[in-house]
């Protein structure tokens, strides 16, 4: 990643988890030019932001196809049948037997595509596991002082007639 030495200069160092990944682009101009002059949205953001993002993200990657017959497409955009309108900027990011798994996993382009829309749902929001657990400690307290409550007053009213 880069940095600022201890004299002031550019250095490299190692990255951190706490780190923003890099763009792959130099600027906007950069991406829109590679991306047929669309700007690549932040699909973490998408899985996140918008109510059943995740499902969405995986249609996107996983939508591309040839066009049906007497479908007119704009020069320059490919057919996805999940985007709205059918013609998107972006070129097919994921193919079938593109990338090699260390377990033996089947590269498909649809196991490819879950990999990646876990991977961004959970950069969307690290902290996930952690509420949770928070959460389920939060749940057990409630149910111990339920409880309680409970058994203080039935000693407290046990006198008291109706």
Do not use: C
Not at 28 to 35: E, P, Q
Not at 40 to 47: A, E, R, Y
Not at 99 to 105: G, L
Not at 145 to 161: E, I, N
């Amino acid at each position: 990643m880069p940095d600022i030495d201890d004299s002031g200069q550019p250095s490299e160092r190692p990255a951190l988890p706490s780190d923003h990944f890099r763009s792959p682009f130099a600027n906007d101009r950069a991406a829109r030019a590679t991306n047929n002059g669309g700007l690549p949205p932040d699909l973490s953001v998408i899985t996140k932001a918008r109510e059943g993002g995740a499902d969405y993200v995986y249609g996107i990657l996983t939508g591309y196809q040839d066009p049906p017959a007497g479908f007119h497409m704009m020069a320059g955009l490919n057919y996805n049948k999940y985007f709205t309108g059918n013609q998107i900027a972006m070129i097919q990011p994921l193919r079938d037997g593109t990338v090699t798994y260390t377990d033996a996993t089947n590269p498909s382009l649809d196991q490819q595509a879950r990999d990646v829309v876990t991977f961004l749902t959970y950069i969307a929001n690290p902290e996930l596991e952690q509420r949770h657990r928070m959460g389920v400690r939060v749940v057990l307290f409630l149910l111990f002082l339920t409880g309680l409550s409970y058994a203080v007053k039935r000693k407290l009213w046990a006198g008291v007639d109706h």
